[in-house]
């Protein structure tokens, strides 16, 4: 029988292969061994929702395969994507530490594995052991730059093309190696739709689908389902400054 | 009491006390620069600062902060220059702990590391809340630019 996701689903932090390269998750031994016996581990579809932006938080969730959307709701009532979080990454942190209610809503992009810590496990985790502390904080820097980023970005940004085109750079940062792609091109995988895209550069469908549908007719991107080509990199750094 | 010495021991807070340094700053100073690792973290005891991210030549002000804000915390501890900077904006009352000092009893107490995440988490919300209320005005960007 073949397994229901394309990922190997890892049941003890102690023999996770990632371990080491995970902010969070490069613990020494003893502290794993504490991790593995306060953490649930499940693997949810694409869409799931884990936790609901105003809902009381409970607990922490670690990403370890795939990744989901942070998002919030503006003022006049849409849908912001505030940022993509990647595997290795302690959700609901800044909520369960402070003990108040989710700040953003996470739902996952892709089948996704995620261990789930609650909200006095993760408190008593963090509190007896300084080590932890210190990963907690790192991770806080981390999503401090990435928040600030974003205000600047929102701030530098003058159009549309300009914010997919800066979009498209960011994710070509982690190419994928396909044998579909020419010498030339970087293939990159896009898990959000194009709704979604517009949520996260804040505007609509429709001007996204324009952009991209411009920047195909230029030569500068290829589309074939959730595998990208970026064909002309040099176009949208040019664009993006 | 300031917002990381809310959630120390008194012990710890006690230690650290003994190495600031008090000092009365007018209005307009920058307390964080970006782009400068500060000398000292820095505590508001009076008065009021704007903590902004610089887009360009363009301050996007985050929030105005009051008696009790740490400011510097995020880049002494990574050793990194801030993304933020902090105007006064009036005659305000401070406290100065020296970068190396902190680091120091940090060091001997890695406990602290509770109360900065703390801190570097209420500093993220306030950035992802300035990112929620950004207008969506000014989120929806002209379409009409070329991208030739």
């Known amino acids: 029988m073949s397994p229901a996701y394309d990922f190997q689903i890892v049941q003890n932090c102690l023999k996770c292969p990632f371990k080491e390269e995970r902010l969070f998750c490069g613990l020494p031994n003893d502290l794993l061994k504490t991790l593995q016996e306060i953490k649930t581990t499940a693997v949810y579809p694409r869409g799931a ?193 | 009491m300031n917002e990381l010495y809310q959630s120390l021991a008194p012990g710890i807070r006690e230690e650290l006390s003994k190495y600031e340094e008090q000092a009365i700053v007018p209005a307009g100073r920058k307390l964080i620069s970006e782009g400068v690792i500060p000398e000292h973290l820095i505590a508001i005891e009076r008065g009021s600062v704007e903590i902004s991210v610089s887009a360009g030549n363009k301050p996007m002000s985050l929030s105005v902060a009051g008696k009790g804000k740490v400011l510097g915390l995020r880049s002494i501890l990574i050793n990194a220059p801030p993304e933020v900077e902090a105007t006064t904006l009036e005659e305000c009352a401070i406290v100065r702990i020296p970068r190396d000092i902190f680091l120091n009893v940090l060091e001997e107490h890695p406990e602290i590391y509770f109360a900065v995440s703390k801190v570097l988490g209420a500093d993220l919300n306030t950035a992802e809340r300035f990112l929620r209320k950004f207008p969506r005005a000014a989120r929806n960007l002209s379409i009409d630019s070329s991208t030739t």
């Open chain 1, 49 to 241: 929702l884990l936790f609901l932006e105003g809902q009381p938080s409970r607990g922490v969730f670690v990403l370890c395969t795939g990744r989901a959307k942070l998002s919030t709701t503006s003022a006049d009532g849409k849908t912001i994507i505030l940022r993509i979080a990647e595997p290795g990454e302690v959700l609901g942190l800044t909520s369960v530490i402070a003990g108040t209610p989710y700040e953003a809503t996470l739902e996952t992009l892709e089948p996704t594995q995620a261990n789930f810590i609650s909200q006095a496990d993760f408190i008593h985790f963090v509190d007896q052991h300084s080590e932890v502390g210190m990963k907690v904080a790192h991770q806080l820097t981390h999503n401090c730059k990435c928040a600030y980023d974003e205000i600047r970005s929102l701030g530098l940004s003058n159009s549309v093309p300009e914010k997919i085109a800066k979009l498209l750079l960011r994710w070509s940062a982690r190419p994928l190696a396909i044998p579909q792609k020419k010498s030339s091109e970087i293939a990159i995988r896009v898990t959000l739709t194009q709704e979604e895209i517009a949520q996260f550069v804040g505007t609509s469908r429709e001007t996204v689908s324009r952009v991209l549908g411009d920047f195909k007719k230029k030569g500068w991107l290829r589309i074939r389902g959730a595998t990208w080509f970026i064909a002309n990199k040099a176009a949208l750094e040019k664009l993006a400054t």
